[in-house]
């Protein structure tokens, strides 16, 4: 017999959750919040003192993030199964990672930074007077600040890697 008439199998694509659901639009925005937690790896590998390896996880963790977004993207450019695999897969572990991340960043948020008062010293160079007396002070406000962005991106991811891994099983369990 002859397959010239017949049509392909249709390769499997990412389960639709509902309307307002896109996956492409998800992935993107995921690359984009692996991205900015690779970023705010670098603040953090030179002043948090809390968890003085807290650099490393943003910086794994955005890794994986942006690997279960270019999965999902390659996935829904050019559907196979082999990348729906690859798909359901880095979002999971994506996930799992976002909320390790999620409890490691508020313990480190809710943390009491018990450092020895220190005397402001003021001198003829500082332009303007800070809110905060002491340089330690400081550099605590930012990294407070800094680790509270990284809780709001994963948040953010949390709920991205958690959609895009639903879509991806039902997907492969459908097929």
Request: hydrophobic residues 45%; charged residues 15%; aromatic residues 10%.
């Amino acid at each position: 017999m002859s397959s010239e008439g017949t049509v392909p199998a249709a390769e499997p694509r990412l389960h639709r959750l509902s309307s307002w659901f896109d996956p492409e639009t998800a992935a993107v925005v995921t690359i984009l919040l692996g991205l900015f937690q690779v970023l705010l790896s670098v603040p953090l590998a030179y002043a948090d003192q809390t968890l003085p390896k807290l650099f490393i996880l943003p910086l794994v963790l955005g890794i994986v993030i942006v690997a279960g977004g270019s999965f999902t993207m390659a996935n829904e450019r050019n559907p196979s199964r082999l990348l729906l695999r690859g798909c359901a897969y880095s979002n999971v572990v994506g996930l799992l990672g976002a909320l390790l991340a999620f409890c490691l960043y508020c313990f480190s948020l809710s943390t009491e930074r018990n450092e020895e008062p220190c005397v402001p010293t003021y001198s003829d160079y500082a332009y303007r007077p800070s809110v905060y007396g002491c340089p330690g002070e400081l550099l605590t406000a930012y990294c407070w600040s800094v680790t509270l962005l990284l809780l709001l991106y994963d948040t953010g991811a949390v709920v991205l890697h958690c959609l895009l891994s639903v879509s991806a099983l039902k997907a492969l369990k459908t097929d």
